[in-house]
């Protein structure tokens, strides 16, 4: 959390990750949005098409929290009118600092037509999520997405894909009607029971069966000796 300035390791959320990101990312796929994701290989590795990542986090909020309420003291909890984006430069010596379009189009980091199209991606992204949660009884609160560029083998040509991973390390997510969080606020604000609520999400979304009590112990034992990097 916070680049690197607050670490641990968590025994079996790298699992939950790799099952939620796998379901996120395949249930947009079917919606048309297209993806670097190709296969989950075991209950730690992906197997996902190469892409050149553009250096650029891209955000959606839709309920003011987090660096928002800090940086423009906006209240915590506000909903916004609409889904704001914002833009960080991937660059951990600088922590990821926030961007306009046009230090992206200064910098080359992506050209105008690429921005328009990756906007529009983006936006459609949070309708579905938002709706994927809602529907299980989370608010998609906020989240942060990357994209690459792919080798598609059909145009021979490469296209912009959705990348990286979307789990609750990367979106926050609160109970409907408590407001619990189930994200990655539970390590950074030091709430504990992060396993559980990360459980509670992949119940939700019916990845997990109802009564399935998944422990460190289980989800250890499940896992293969290959260990994907979390
Ligand atoms: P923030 O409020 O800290 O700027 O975070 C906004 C959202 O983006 C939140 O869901 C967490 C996510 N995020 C990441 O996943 N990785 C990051 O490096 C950053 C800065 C944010």
Redesign the pocket.
Known sequence: AF?NQKKTTIEGKGVLNNRISEYILTNLSQCGIKTHFVKRLNMREQLIKKAEIFPI?F?VRNIA????TKRLGISEGTVLERPLLEY?YKKDELN?PLISKEHIFSFGWADENEIKQIDKMTLRINDLLSGMFRGVGIKLV???IEYGKAWNKDTEKKEIVLADEISP????LWDNITDKKLDKDRFRKDLGDLIPAYTEVAKRLGILHEQSNVSVVNVTKLSSIKRKKR
């Open positions: 680049n986090e955000i929290t987090g660096s928002l960080c990821d906020d989240f942060k390390d990367t979106c926050r």
